[in-house]
Antibody, heavy 122, light 108 residues
Framework: EVQLVQSEAEVKKPGESLKISCKGSGYSFSTYWIGWMRQMPGKGLEWMGIIYPGDSDTIYSPSFQGQVTISADKSISTAYLQWISLKASDTAMFYC???????????????WGQGTLVTVSP | EIVLTQSPGTLSLSPGERVTLSCRASQSVSSSYLAWYQQKPGQSPRLLIYGASSRATGSPDRFSGSGSGTDFTLTISRLEPEDFAVYYCQQYGSSPWTFGQGTKVEIK
């Protein structure tokens, strides 16, 4: 069974750093893209970026380039989303998902993690 | 960036009814690279349709997708109680990949 299990909810202060995780199982983690999506409170979904764990090739949405860092450790089947300095506006639910297709032609997402709620408040 | 506009924003319906949800793109979506997701309160999104009309594994056959170019439709042939949720379309034919703002299907 394909599963993506994300790390627990986090409460942080503005300016703090954070790294959340997404652990895959039930499939060959290295050979599928992993995408990250943001969902702000009461809002829709936004694509942030993708990573190919096999070689750590990473593509960011222009809206998130420079704001976050996506990484992966294929040896432990885990992808990460990281912030250096959080802002209150980073408060949101973040989802990882397995990508189907190719990065050059386009990806949709067939399995999703349960989400990690990040709250940034003074 | 392709903007996806979903309509209507909210639909109030009864179980057993037929539902048609619209997703309109600001530019043509290449190769009909359009997906539909269902999200229930407190849950992650679930893939229903990809490639505009291909049903995902485990997606009930009452869900169907159609369309091409800039106009796409998700149809639920007969609403079941578990279908009340928010539905999102996503285009993946042109980077950055984008989602629509969602259509909420609520119980009348």
């Amino acid at each position: 069974e394909v599963q993506l299990v994300q790390s627990e909810a986090e409460v942080k202060k503005p300016g703090e750093s954070l790294k959340i995780s997404c652990k895959g199982s039930g499939y060959s983690f290295s050979t599928y893209w992993i995408g990250w999506m943001r969902q702000m409170p009461g809002k829709g979904l936004e694509w942030m970026g993708i990573i190919y764990p096999g070689d750590s090739d990473t593509i960011y949405s222009p809206s998130f380039q420079g704001q976050v860092t996506i990484s992966a450790d294929k040896s432990i089947s885990t992808a990460y989303l990281q912030w250096i300095s959080l802002k209150a506006s980073d408060t949101a639910m973040f989802y990882c998902a397995r990508g189907r297709g190719t990065a050059s032609r386009g990806l949709y997402f067939d399995y999703w993690g349960q989400g990690t709620l990040v709250t940034v408040s003074p | 960036e392709i903007v996806l506009t979903q309509s209507p924003g909210t639909l109030s319906l009864s179980p057993g009814e037929r539902v048609t949800l619209s997703c309109r793109a600001s530019q043509s979506v290449s190769s009909s690279y359009l997906a539909w997701y269902q999200q229930k309160p407190g849950q992650s999104p679930r893939l229903l349709i990809y490639g505009a009309s291909s049903r995902a594994t485990g997606s009930p056959d009452r869900f169907s997708g159609s369309g091409s170019g800039t106009d796409f439709t998700l149809t639920i042939s007969r609403l079941e109680p578990e279908d009340f949720a928010v539905y999102y379309c996503q285009q993946y034919g042109s980077s950055p990949w984008t989602f629509g703002q969602g259509t909420k299907v609520e119980i009348k």
